[in-house]
């Protein structure tokens, strides 16, 4: 456990470029071997290989031998490092003195490789078989006075064929409480699309990228979260397309890309710009933004330029009239003060979508956490609807999910509201009524451990405890829990807040060789854009003792509820027969075992993108939404004090809550983590200068003392009174109270703070 050097520096680099090679070079040699390594990224995102670990953007039809980025090295060398992690590890140090290290320093010292049950006596973890453990989380959960008290953890790192048998063994026990990650960051996208067009995803393929005349991106910074986006950017960018950014922070990955696969402009030391435009609204500024937008266009129609597509509207969407009434009643006062932008600014945006045949709106969580997230993409989805921009080559909606199968997870059936008909399905198919209440999402579950109400916790991947907001309340509910158990490869934060009973149980990864019976498997997932692709690991595994995450739930499952419903033991002897279950139980899985070993996989459909709206009234439905009164629970101009808008998000050697190293080369911050990013003339104001430590503390609304203490100072280029901050550190900040309004999303974009020089 080094101490790296910290230091504030300004980069100077482009996104990618030889700073991501040089990145790349340094995590595969810290991790692995030079040829160990690279012989598992040239099997990264290959028909014949492993899907990345990392982030869901899709994969092109035609990909080269290097379809992966820098975070991409960084995940897959993270997983397939040497390190490991025994019951000697275990042996030599105590939960209570783990609990001080970083997150960095406990998932970098390497693979998980037994089992191990929690000794509260010893306050150590001691290595058990499969056996005991799985008899042991039986025997807890058969304890329950009701199913309802247990809750299935879901990270979107799991297969379709995990979480297919997760949730099946989960509603066989007898609940819908599925927490998952998805809860965290686009639920909201998933309302707010189901609502406006009647399918929860996007609706274009990678290909609409090289047919769209321009491209609106807004909250998100792909040079870090889904860097292999950037290639379609500057692509577009390159052939005279637009590419408008909206966002708070101006990221380097949305000004300048450097190709790394493009020799000649590596030799010469050249980049391409990626934004022709580039906004910065305030934190929750967007809705304001987009709507502007649309005034400007209302106006321009009215004056007889014709850009709306009223045949289209009349054909295809419901609420258009309503909707022009709510955008002629937004005053430009409150639109600029909201947004943060010039009115000048917003009707340059809406010329350039108005001049555009067809338009590409793409997003992230700078927009999903938020309390009006749900209005906010609805009305994104009011601006495609206006000039026919769903439903046809080069245009469409697309929300950028985060880890690899976040979205196949909520597809084979990760949903604490799943549909009826999916539950349908089960009882069709297996032959038992599922349970029909829903279940508890990532913030109820919380509160339900909080309550006494669920006593047990099973996570399937992720760090529920970092994840999470509120954390010292988080924490405080797990340990409340009469049995935690968490499935991973690595250790993290999560595994030592610990319940009466709790296990560890190592699972292969994404990377490794699974054989089961003689047969290699693969797995499958879902990406950004609705394709449906195999994964086969290469490596050894890290450990003889590691069982696959579908034996994992397989082994507790039939020591939980036997196998009168579901053979369990025969659905693991070979992954094929969980996917003929998928096919007969979710529409869009015809011939999966056969369409999932084709070239690239297959494509899932959407509704939308063929212009057929599963919606209530049958339409796309417009949205006449009100502007938010305010975007953060506090009002915080009645405040005496100065109070700021806090957003959290990662760091450039960061994916999620893994911390891959101390550095954020974009932004200039290196071997630091603890940092606020602050407008220089909020911080002279304040009183503060480079380099200063502060203590951030939530303006809340229930009393409790929400604060984080010692971030250094960095002035950067952001709205007044907008700061940002790395997370996990400032969850400890996020109000558990304080959700997205039709979601239930953490508003972690938008959480009122106050600033304290620290003592």
Known sequence: MGVQKSRIEAYKGAAGGWGALKSCGRHLLRNTTALSGVKSMLKANQPDGFDCPGCAWGDPEHGSSFEFCENGVKAVSWEATGKRVGPDFFARHTVTDLLEWSDFDLEDQGRLTHPMRYNAESDRYEACDWAEAFDAIAAELNALDHPDQALFYTSGRASNEAAFLYQLFGRVFGTNNFPDCSNMCHEASGVALKQSIGVGKGTVLLDDFEKADAIFVFGQNPGTNHPRMLKELREASLRGATVASFNPVRERGLERFADPQDKLEMMRGKSKAISSHYYKPKLGGDMAAVRGMVKAILEWDDAGEKLIDRDFIADHTQGF??????????????????????????????????DADSAICTWAMGLTQHKHSVPTIREIVNLLLLRGNIGRPGAGACPVRGHSNVQGDRTVGINEKPPQAFLDSLERVFGFTPPQEHGHDTVTAIEAMLKGEARTFIGLGGNFARATPDTELVEAALKSCSLTVNIATKLNRGHLITGQTSFILPCLGRTELDRRNGVKQIVTVEDSMSMVHGSGGINKPASPHLLSEPAIIAGIAAATVGWDIVDWDYLVEDYDHIRDLIEKTIPGFDGYNVRVRQHRGFYLGNSAAERQWVTDTGKANFSDAALP???????????????????????????????????????????????????????????????????????SEDGRDRTARSFRVVPYDIPEGCVASYYPETNILVPLYSRGDGSNTPTSKAVPITLAKSA
Do not use: C
């Open 321 to 354: 009239d309503a909707y022009l009434e709510s955008v002629r009643a937004t005053g430009w006062d409150s639109i600029t003060d909201q947004s943060g932008l010039t009115e000048v600014e917003i009707r340059e945006a809406a010329r350039l979508y108005a």
């Open 629 to 699: 009164e305010k975007v953060t629970h506090q009002e915080v101009r009645d405040r005496a004090e100065k109070t700021f808008t806090l957003q959290t998000f990662r760091s450039h050697d960061q994916y999620n809550t893994t911390v891959y190293g101390m550095d954020d080369r974009y932004r200039g911050v290196f071997g630091e983590r603890r940092v606020l990013f602050i407008n220089p003339a909020d911080a002279e104001q304040a009183g503060l200068k480079k380099d200063d430590r502060v203590d951030l503390t939530t303006v």
